[in-house]
């Protein structure tokens, strides 16, 4: 799904949520929760969007209305020694979409 289609979905509330996953390295992906399926958005190419920082992310979607935005972490377990390896929950925390600054 790219931009203009994600606006069009959030326009018409069919935006169930959307989830910024942080991935190692400093890259963000916006996941697209819509009639019970998940997308990523995809730029202009087709290709995964990659973005910066939660404040790219909110630059980009400021048109957007109000909809669930979650922040998410991978397994934040995983970096740290000691722990004993099973089922992990990966982070999940509400945020806004409006900046913070």
């Known amino acids: 799904m790219n931009l203009p289609q994600l606006l069009q979905h959030a326009r018409e509330g069919r935006i169930?949520?959307?989830?910024?996953?942080?991935?190692?390295?400093?890259?963000?992906?916006?996941?697209?929760?819509l009639d019970g399926q998940r997308h990523l958005?995809?730029?202009?190419?087709?290709?995964?969007?990659?973005?910066?920082?939660v404040e790219h992310a909110r630059d980009l979607l400021q048109e957007l209305p109000p909809v669930p935005f979650h922040l998410?972490?991978?397994?934040?377990?995983?970096?740290?020694?000691?722990?004993?390896?099973?089922?992990q929950q990966r982070l999940r925390v509400?945020?806004?979409?409006?900046?913070q600054w």
Do not use: W
């Open 16 to 33: 169930e949520e959307l989830n910024l996953i942080c991935i190692e390295g400093g890259i963000y992906l916006l996941e697209i929760c």
């Open 41 to 53: 958005l995809r730029d202009k190419q087709a290709q995964t969007f990659r973005l910066r920082s």
């Open 72 to 87: 998410i972490h991978a397994v934040v377990h995983e970096e740290m020694c000691g722990l004993p390896a099973g089922p």
């Open 94 to 99: 509400p945020i806004s979409l409006a900046s």
